[in-house]
Nanobody, 120 residues
């Protein structure tokens, strides 16, 4: 299983970034994908999930600012991040997992993470 995230970097508050995650075909197809983040000194946070059919769910902290999408033909997961805030600074991880009807998501596989720093 391979999950390769990219697109992180330094951006000013109010700016935008797009993260990408390329997954091996066998793990991408038909599975739920998710983005987590871990900020310095904080617990890991589930940011967004997207099902194979394109249903999405977001953390309240990013609703209206972040958009999760996927290209099933290219086995690629995206996270478009707009109106970035300093509190969005974190390492972002793409994952593959299971999404339950209760709204709980359990990640089974993790990528290596990409660092996003929001600072002036």
């Amino acid at each position: 299983v391979q999950l390769q995230a990219s697109g992180g970097g330094l951006v000013q508050p109010g700016g935008s970034l797009r993260l990408s995650c390329v997954a091996s075909g066998s793990i991408f197809s038909g599975n739920v994908m998710g983005w987590y983040r871990r900020a310095p000194g904080k617990q890991r946070e589930l940011v967004a999930i997207i099902t194979d059919a394109g249903y999405t769910n977001y953390a309240d902290s990013v609703k209206g600012r972040f958009t999760c999408s996927r290209d099933n033909a290219e086995n690629t997961l995206y996270l478009e991040m707009n109106s970035l805030k300093p509190e969005d600074t974190a390492v972002y991880y793409c994952t593959v997992g299971t999404y339950y009807s209760s709204g709980y998501y359990s990640a089974a596989y993790w990528g290596q993470g990409t660092l996003v720093t929001v600072s002036s």
